[in-house]
């Protein structure tokens, strides 16, 4: 099972694909706001994945 979902919860681009990969941080960097809820889920994956925790759905936030 994969942990990163494109689109979900990161970014996939395919292996060695040296221009996807520059294509898709630019473009993260030209509109960090588009990927806020990416972020979000990927930060209460970890925490749920790797510690247990499930904090933002019992209410923290860690981006505001």
């Known amino acids: 099972r ?3 979902r494109h ?3 990161g970014l996939l ?3 060695y694909d040296h ?3 520059a294509d898709t941080l630019v473009e993260a960097c030209r509109a960090p706001e588009r990927y806020v809820p990416l972020r979000r889920a990927a930060c209460e ?3 749920l ?3 247990g925790l499930n904090f933002l ?3 923290g936030s860690l981006l505001k």
């Open 2 to 4: 994969d942990v990163v």
């Open 7 to 9: 689109g979900e919860n």
């Open 13 to 15: 681009v395919p292996f």
């Open 19 to 21: 221009d996807a990969l």
């Open 45 to 47: 994956l970890l925490l």
């Open 49 to 51: 994945v790797f510690y």
């Open 57 to 59: 759905a019992s209410g």
